[in-house]
């Protein structure tokens, strides 16, 4: 198992001891950080991530500009590719073989599929795909089997439902395929205009996953130990009206409990917008602002991990 | 006096004994500053702050980002708000949920006054307010107070004029609240249609204080230990032609001067736009550019104090 | 040689000498962070630089800053100045004398000519020049002498050309004003329209340098050591009937290479747009990224010096 100096574009390169490994690092440094021992408070001393944003961002740019804090290294970058020399013609590839001077490290959000990919052939520095368009967000998938390995101490065996936008929501394709690895029943939980893509759905199916599709949230919700529920994504959608049919589709709120397990536990990669009603945010159900707080601990992992802190 | 992971939202927080205990540490930092010894260079070593700017800002944001890192903390944030999910339908309750699990403390702008005060409900990290709307900017006040206690040797016993827009400016509303506290005597000059509010005005009153009203900066001005300037401020006015017809209605230039006592010490919060004459950036009674470089020691002072890194 | 507090306005303030020890702390810096010995990740802790953009740079900003970093210290400021209280009528004059109070060390962009000398005179802290308008940048004129240095062991007695807008390229003139303290032959290749101004070959004439005019890059490129080439800003130019006229006359692409020496040398100070093909970007005559990624360690050597952590 080689971390150091990899680079970090899909969760498909990872294989089921890789993933455990860094679970295992993710669990030290959380650790760390409720210790306030500081075990890990100059491990990169000295280091410095680019984190490059070349779109918006809340969970992404900070917890891994935390993270970086958090162990001792620096950061520089940009939030906002406008405030660049993309303004004065400058091309993604200059941009990405200039930074790789200035920094040990990449982190970067960019709007096109497989953008992070290109980074990574010119860079000499590794590259963590912080999102590629509707292609991957690995570290996303990294903090969601965190997140699902402290609450049931185990991945195996799951009864997992996917909600929502399971055509364009990358964080579906992405947790979907590596929790395959753990032997979980799947349920696709959608509108059939947003029902998974074929090709994710044969994936799985080839790895011996059971698979079930679905329109109607009730029929399934008892039966499951955890509900990932996703943002129908209104940039996602050429024709408004194809948006406007499925918009606000399922809404979660406290009646839905009462149809589910006392041991559900319910997901989302945030930002929401009304697919989970604030009233269920104190619940022990919830537990999608303790997934967002995972990000910290993972990112702190994957970090110290590829600049070779941590073995 | 505990002042470790309270929340700063309201000067109105604060005894007499705290603002004098806080003068005391500001001093401390200001020392180790100068005498570059580097005392507390270390003192947050492993902490990060959140620095959430919903609104523009240049005093406040970079002197408390230079507090963090003169006292060896991190910073992570924004400085405007379009670079994050908030421009995907993210709520601003969601956002500090988040953020929470990413840092040790808190400050945010907000244009909505009582933000700070909704964000401290729902984050387990302290809060500082850095100035909600038109309500409160408490540190602000704090450093006004530093620096009228470094011009003055104590804050006791005052001739204070406040000079402009005395009904929108929250600085004039804080800042007087807690001079009351030594024993001054106001001069409250405005035209008539941007004078205090009553209750402002009740308050001092009921507090004991002494309050002249006049629309004449010249009819007192040879009283005043301190005229503290403010702005009028365009962005308050609903309708343009009550801007248009106090507009520029006081301009300090050379000639004040000599109706004044030699020991008058002018204040401004800053930014300015046309109240003072910058013929005056040099004379020994401007003190407003030091006041505004008051705001690191003081913010340090603040910073290390919630953090628990002094008592 | 005393570099200790100086600010960094213009290449003209600095004799041979001292740009030859300059050079030689760069190469200490290189030398430092290739060997990963952290020799120098200490040298600023405790400094704060004040890095303010008025304009968008990548280059300039993101090496400052890194700089910065890997020499411990540690960064405030602005990418964009619409983020600062200059939207709220702020002067320019008034941000620098409050931001003087927050930092150690400025570094600054601004349309504007002349301006880091105006901020120079406000500021108590030394102030770099990161670019003012069209009239210097020269930082960046070191570096481009560290890459020539770095590339030839000697900047003595070099046949140099340079390529494009001559006119208000201020890359151009500050690099043939140093350059022409080390005995070069050069050659100004632009169409008449974008020729070097008057003013600059009278200097380098006066200076005793051997210079050429030639519209033609075909009929002296086998003389030269270095091609510098530079873009074209169309945000120069008034009439865009002008712009279009010299767009794109120059470019460089594989089959150039056979008309120059093998020991050519290609340096642009980037963004470049068109006029060098990426198909050279692989070329041992390209130089031009290399050329970016020593705007690190130049940086680090004039920090260093300047806040007096190296002699």
């Not at 590259?127 to 049931?152: A, C, R, S, W």
């Amino acid at each position: 198992m080689a971390f150091k100096n990899r680079d970090l574009l899909s969760i498909r390169d990872f294989s089921k001891a890789e993933i455990l490994h860094i679970m295992d690092v993710a669990s030290e440094m959380d650790r760390s950080l409720k210790a306030k021992d500081r075990k890990y408070s100059r491990a990169l001393e000295g280091s410095v991530l680019a984190s490059l944003f070349f779109e918006p961002s809340t969970r992404t740019r900070l917890s891994f500009e935390a993270a970086m804090n958090y162990l001792g290294g620096r950061v520089i970058g940009f939030s906002e590719p406008s405030h660049t020399s993309i303004v004065k013609g400058e091309s993604f590839e200059d941009t990405i073989r200039v930074v790789d001077g200035y920094c040990d490290i990449f982190v970067m959000r960019h709007p096109q599929n497989f953008s992070a990919m290109r980074a990574a052939e010119l860079a000499v520095k590794p590259v963590v795909n912080g999102g590629d368009g509707t292609n991957e967000h690995p570290t996303q998938t990294l903090f969601d089997l965190y997140t699902i390995m402290k609450n049931f101490r185990s991945m195996e065996n799951l009864k997992v439902g996917f909600l929502g936008d399971l055509k364009y929501g990358r964080t579906v394709h992405s947790l979907s395929f590596a929790l395959a690895l753990f032997h979980p029943v799947f349920y696709f939980i959608s509108p059939k205009s947003l029902a998974l893509p074929a090709q994710y759905m044969d994936g799985l199916v080839k790895a011996g996953v059971e698979c079930h599709e679905e329109e109607d949230l009730m029929k399934v919700g008892d039966r499951l130990d955890i509900l990932y529920v996703t943002r129908i994504q209104k940039e996602r959608f050429i024709n408004p009206k194809d948006y406007q049919a499925v918009k606000g589709v399922y809404q979660i709120d406290r009646s839905f409990l009462s149809h589910a397990k006392d041991s559900l536990r319910i997901m989302h990669p945030l930002p929401r917008v009304d697919e989970i009603n604030p009233q269920l945010d104190r619940a022990p159900q919830s537990i999608y602002f303790q997934q967002a707080h995972n990000a910290l601990p993972v990112r702190m992992a994957v970090l110290a991990l590829i600049l070779g802190a941590v073995e």
